[in-house]
C-alpha cells in the first residue's frame, strides 16, 4: 500500500514539474498585482470619483471648495480615501478646510456614485435625514441631483425637515411627498402631503366650523390665512418658474422678499413683474377680484363676513 502511494505521487510530482512555467508566470503576476494594487484600485474608483466630483458641483453651490482627485491609499486594514481640492484657487487637502455642511455634501457625492453603479443588483436607493446642515442653495443641488437618478431607479428619502419638501414644489420636480405620522402607541398613518396652500385653506375651513370659536375671531383669523394660502401659492410658481429660466436661489428669494404687497407677488407669480397690471388675470375667474379683497382687507384690520 505505502508503494502505492509512493508511485502515486511520484506521478503528481512529474505533472507539477510540467507546469513549473505556470506556477512561475502566476507568482510574477501575483507580485505584478501587489505592487500595482493602488493604481488598479484608482482606475476601477476614477468613474465613481468623476461622478462625485459631478455631484460636488451641484451641492457645492456657494461653496469655495473645490474637489480634485480622489483616491485610496494604503493596505489591509489601513486603507483610506484621499481627497484633493482647492480653495479659491489655491490647493488643500479638502476634507481640512470643510464646514460641518459641506462635510455631509461631500459624504452624499461619495456614497450616491457608489451605491448606484451599473453593476449594483438593486434600483433603488434609500437616504435618511441627508439634507442636515445643509444651506438652501445646497438643498437645491441635491434634489437636482435626486431627481437625475430617479430616471433610473426609486428614490426613497425620509426627512424632518421641511425644506427638502418645499424645495421639491418650488423647482416643480415629479415626486411624491408622503406624511407619515405616528400617534400614541406607535400607530402609524400615511397621507398624501398637501402644498403649504392648501393646508392654509384647510385651516380657514376648519377654523369656520369650529363652534367654539368666536366669531369675531374668526373674521380677523381667516382672511390672514387667505392671504398666506395665496402668497404661498404665489411663491411656489414663482420659484418654479425661476429655476426653469436658469435662476439661481439667491437672485429669486432677492426678488420675492423686495415685493410686500399680496398684490404685487400675485403680478410677479403670474406675468414674472410685480409692476405689471393684475387687473386681467383677476378678472380671468370671478372668484379671484373677492378672494384678495377679503384677503387684504382682513389683514389690515377691516372685519369681514365669513
Known amino acids: 500500500p505505502v508503494a502505492g502511494r509512493i508511485g502515486a505521487w511520484v506521478t503528481l510530482e512529474a505533472d507539477a514539474r510540467t507546469r513549473d512555467a505556470d506556477v512561475d508566470n502566476l507568482d510574477a503576476a501575483k507580485k505584478w498585482i501587489t505592487s500595482h494594487a493602488a493604481e488598479l484600485r484608482n482606475r476601477r474608483l476614477e468613474p465613481i470619483a468623476a461622478q462625485a466630483r459631478e455631484i460636488w458641483s451641484e451641492l457645492r453651490q456657494e461653496s469655495n471648495v473645490d474637489i480634485g482627485s480622489i483616491s485610496l491609499q494604503g493596505t489591509n486594514t489601513r486603507r483610506k480615501a484621499v481627497l484633493t481640492g482647492s480653495v479659491d484657487g489655491t490647493s488643500s487637502e479638502a476634507l481640512a478646510v470643510m464646514s460641518q455642511g459641506e462635510l455631509h455634501a ?10 448606484t453603479t451599473p453593476s449594483s443588483p438593486f434600483r433603488f436607493i434609500v437616504l ?39 424645495a421639491i414644489r418650488q423647482l416643480a420636480v415629479d415626486a411624491r411627498l408622503i406624511e407619515v405620522t405616528r400617534a400614541t402607541g406607535s400607530a402609524v398613518t400615511v397621507s398624501e402631503a398637501s402644498n403649504p396652500a392648501t393646508r392654509y385653506v384647510d385651516d380657514v375651513f376648519a377654523l369656520v366650523r369650529d363652534e367654539n370659536v368666536p366669531d369675531v375671531v374668526k373674521r380677523r383669523a381667516c382672511p390672514g390665512l387667505f392671504r398666506l394660502a395665496l402668497e404661498s401659492a404665489a411663491q411656489q410658481v414663482f420659484y418654479a418658474e425661476q429655476y426653469k429660466a436658469g435662476a439661481g436661489r439667491v437672485e429669486t428669494e432677492k426678488r420675492w422678499s423686495e415685493v410686500g404687497s399680496t398684490r404685487k407677488r400675485l403680478a410677479l407669480a403670474a406675468h414674472g413683474d410685480a409692476e405689471r397690471d393684475l387687473n386681467g388675470w383677476l378678472s380671468w375667474r370671478t372668484e379671484r377680484h373677492p378672494t384678495l379683497r377679503i384677503a387684504n382687507a382682513g389683514t389690515h384690520g377691516t372685519d369681514v363676513v365669513v
Open 106 to 115: 461631500l459624504a452624499l457625492a461619495l456614497f450616491i456614485p457608489r451605491a
Open 128 to 166: 435618511d435625514d441627508p439634507i442636515q446642515a445643509m444651506d438652501p442653495a445646497k438643498v437645491d443641488g441635491f434634489v437636482r441631483v435626486l431627481s437625475r437618478l430617479a430616471a433610473t431607479r426609486q428614490v426613497v428619502v425620509f426627512s424632518h425637515d421641511d425644506r427638502l419638501a418645499t
